[in-house]
């Protein structure tokens, strides 16, 4: 999907993965580094981890080299670290660890001139542009309307416990329903929402990169 609506984002991805952290989604645990701030001593999780700029004018942080990922140890971090304040010298770092792999999906809420305020659920990650296996309802939408959105999908089986890997497929479900509803009490403030790629594990369902475009 592309925002027909601006040049920068509304909030900034640790802004947003902490509003929706306050639903009760599942976001990685993080540290925010602001720009007058020195590379932290030690971080509160393990490594690997990954490094970002989190910024509202980076729309596409991969291709504007601001996302580091699999950083192995405090001194590559101190490094990777000192290079990201020289290239993004306003903007807050955001330190996350690295996440245990899932099913990816993708979450997108839009505003259609003609429907009004609408989700998107589907295959997600890597795969998403490739294959465009997903499916749209508008909003409100309650849990059967999501079952029957992934139950849509040519890649349903992913969610299914594919080859005997396990999901939680219930989690994906909540995870849409939840912040669908955040998304339509606040419709005249949300032009356009990805969660690219959500990880689906075999107990959780969590967001690892987050978008938000303001109406």
């Known amino acids: 999907m592309q925002a027909n609506v601006t040049t920068r984002l509304a909030m900034a991805e640790h802004e947003l993965k902490a509003l929706l952290s306050s639903l009760g ?6 540290v925010v580094v ?22 509202t004018a980076l729309l596409h942080k991969t291709e504007a080299g601001a996302v580091r990922l699999n950083i192995a140890g405090m ?3 101190a490094a990777a670290f000192q290079e990201f304040r020289s290239r993004f010298p306003g903007d807050p770092l955001l ?8 099913v990816e999906a993708i979450v997108g809420f ?12 589907g295959v997600g990650g890597v795969f998403a542009e490739l294959y ?28 299914e416990g594919f080859r005997g890997r396990s999901v939680s497929r219930e989690a994906l479900v909540q995870l849409v329903v939840t912040v669908g509803r955040w998304v339509s009490e ?7 929402m990805d969660l690219n790629p959500v990880f689906v594990r075999e107990d959780d369902a969590v967001v690892i990169d987050a978008k938000l475009m303001g109406a």
């Open 25 to 30: 989604v599942k976001v990685p645990a993080s």
């Open 186 to 192: 606040n419709a005249g403030r949300v032009g356009q």
């Open 132 to 159: 465009q296996d997903v499916a749209f309802r508008r909003l409100p939408i309650a849990e059967a309307d999501v079952q029957a959105m992934l139950d849509e999908l040519r890649g349903r089986a992913l969610f």
């Open 95 to 102: 330190v996350e660890p690295m996440e245990r792999p899932g």
């Open 34 to 55: 602001q720009p007058h701030e020195p590379v932290p001593p030690g971080l509160p999780f393990p490594f690997p981890v990954v490094l970002k700029a989190s910024s």
């Open 75 to 77: 001194e590559e971090f």
């Open 110 to 121: 839009f505003r259609d001139p003609v429907f009004g305020p609408c989700v998107m659920v």
